[in-house]
């Protein structure tokens, strides 16, 4: 079974920056979408960024302009930038891939989270 790890989480002040690591257990055959999500106690789980296999890249609102996602291409993860961070991006940050394998069926996989507090 696929594991992911997450990392780079922690508390950061507001204005501050953090980058978010994602670290795969297997060689992706081929990926297909990889993105981060957000969850706070409460609320569902929302989308902060995604990167597809053909380019491009989509943003939350709030994230536009701040965060940016990044392919880690010796790990084939996702890399997430945040910067000028407010303390409503404090969350349990997830990585996603969509991944693909030699027999053509997909699989999607999950991190456990990251937590980011932004506080002073």
């Known amino acids: 079974q696929v594991q992911l790890v997450e990392s780079g989480g922690g508390l950061v002040q507001p204005g501050g920056s953090a980058g978010l690591s994602c670290a795969a257990s297997?060689?992706?055959?081929?990926?297909?979408?990889m993105a981060w999500y957000r969850q706070v106690p409460g609320k569902q789980r929302e989308l902060v960024a995604v990167?597809?296999?053909?380019?491009?890249?989509r943003y939350t609102d709030s994230a536009e302009d701040r965060f940016t996602i990044s392919r880690d291409n010796a790990k084939n993860t996702p890399y997430l930038q945040m910067v000028d961070l407010k303390p409503e991006d404090t969350a349990v940050y997830y990585c996603?891939?969509?991944?693909?394998?030699?027999?053509?069926?997909?699989?999607?996989?999950w991190g456990q989270g990251t937590r980011v507090t932004v506080s002073s």
């Open positions: 996603y891939v969509e991944f693909g394998h030699a027999n053509g069926t997909r699989s999607t996989a």
């Open positions: 297997v060689v992706f055959f081929r990926v297909y979408t």
């Open positions: 990167i597809r296999n053909r380019g491009g890249s």
